[in-house]
Each structure stands twice: as structure tokens, then as C-alpha cells.
Nanobody, 115 residues
């Protein structure tokens, strides 16, 4: 079984930064991709950023230039560095990993951007 554990959420003022981390543990042979999604109240879950094997990345237009996704293959972790945060970035952020073609989700971490 695979588990994803997220950390790093919290409350930050507009313009501030936060760093989210997600660690995958368990029986892991091959991680195809890792990424972050978010869900704001009353809205559907949406893609934020994904990093694929080979380090190709994909970002939502709303976060391009502000967020950076990175991955440590040796530790099976993915990190999302979020800069220049805006109130509209407020959401629960979920880590997702595709491992041996199966999708796994973390429990979510709250990010609140407010003055």
C-alpha cells in the first residue's frame, strides 16, 4: 500500500510565500508523476502543477511564474514552492502521485491567504 503525507500549509498574508511538501511511502516501484491539486469552497478540484518522470512540468495558468514544483526521486517527495500568494489561492491543497499507473491522494492541507 502507498501513503502520501502532506505538510506545510497554513495562513499567510497576500504576497507571502509557503512551501508544501508531500512524501510517498510504502511499496513503490515506479512513480510516473507527482503533483498538486487544490479545491476551494464551492469549487471543483483543479490541477495546480505536475512533475513527470524526466522532470517535465505542467502548471495551471493561474500559478505560472509564482509557483514552482520540484521532486526528489531518492526520497519520493514532491515540493510546491508558492510565492506571491493571492487570496484566490486559498484552498485545500492535495498531493497526487501516479505510481505503477495507479493514482494515490494525500489527505490535503489547508492554505489560507488573508490579511
Amino acid at each position: 500500500q502507498v501513503q502520501l503525507v502532506e505538510s506545510g500549509g497554513g495562513l499567510v498574508q497576500p504576497g507571502g510565500s509557503l512551501r508544501l511538501s508531500c512524501a510517498a511511502s510504502g511499496t513503490i516501484f515506479s512513480i510516473n508523476a507527482m503533483g498538486w491539486y487544490r479545491q476551494a469552497p464551492g469549487k471543483q478540484r483543479e490541477l495546480v502543477a505536475t512533475i513527470f518522470s524526466g522532470d517535465r512540468t505542467n502548471y495551471a495558468d493561474s500559478v505560472k511564474g509564482r509557483f514552482t514544483i520540484s521532486r526528489d526521486n531518492a526520497k519520493n517527495t514532491v515540493t510546491l514552492q508558492m510565492n506571491s500568494l493571492k487570496p484566490e489561492d486559498t484552498a485545500v491543497y492535495y498531493c497526487k502521485a501516479v505510481i505503477s499507473s495507479r493514482a494515490y491522494w494525500g489527505q490535503g492541507t489547508q492554505v489560507t491567504v488573508s490579511s
